[in-house]
């Protein structure tokens, strides 16, 4: 354990001890220290991927001083972490883990330097997404949390020109803690184990009234490497365009003019498509 003024920074190894046996990929856990030990201990065991993990507990005005917590991670404790232990030197097997809508300055003040980080981990991102332009060109990132903060994110990514699976995937969860979601498979994964492989959706009901009520439809996005994540898309193409489409509540309801009969419906990622159909009924 390190003390930097109000920051206590705790190493959590991929081994039984030092000196380690192989170099590890690296993720800097903002937020986390011994105190969440059982739970790592937990994350490190289920996990194929192992990495040396490094937990820096936060004080309170973290918003205020993501520029001093940025240039003390950049300066300080990742040259630290890289000369004193075998990790790999590289922002591809480098991550930086965060929680909560107030870290989102600190978030995108470090992915500005490329060559600190280009894996991002952000549970609970909030509703108003921070530009991760000038990120490094790699940059993938896990998004944990509710169906609308992980819309907007996704929006800001997709306008971005960043693509599901091989740059961002989404989880949806009420409640997160890093700890307990960290996923170091994908992170780490080759690319070509995060490109999408098949959408599976679930519709229900299959058949609804015009009158009133709606169908709930949820996707997931199944990746080369059999991950599974949620998938959840802005638009859904339908023909006849007899229902609209509610994002942020998973919900197809019909609009004024609709017909009783079959709407075809189809979602379509990165070249990978997911089709069904509904019945409108009188």
Known sequence: ILAKENLVVTIFLPEAAVPLTQKYPTVYMLGVGPEQAEQIKKLQD?????ALLVGVSLGENTSEDSAQIAAFIAREL???ITANYLTIDDPVFRALALAGPDKAPLAAELLKKKDLFARLIFSAPGEKPVSVAGANGQLRSL???????LLTWQET?????????TN???KIAEEAKIEEMLDLDYLFAQVRDVRIRKLTGALFPKAISLQEGGSYLSLKAVLNNGAVFDYIPLSVRMSPPYLAWNAVAGVLSPVSGAEAGQVNLS????????????????
């Open 267 to 282: 979602v379509s990622v990165d070249n990978v498509k997911f089709a069904t159909k509904i019945q409108l009924k009188k």
């Open 78 to 80: 990742v040259p630290y």
């Open 46 to 50: 289920s996990s194929a991927q192992k």
């Open 157 to 165: 990514l997709e306008d971005m020109s960043y693509t599901y699976g």
């Open 143 to 149: 998004f944990i949390g509710k169906r609308k903060e």
């Open 168 to 170: 961002f995937v989404t």
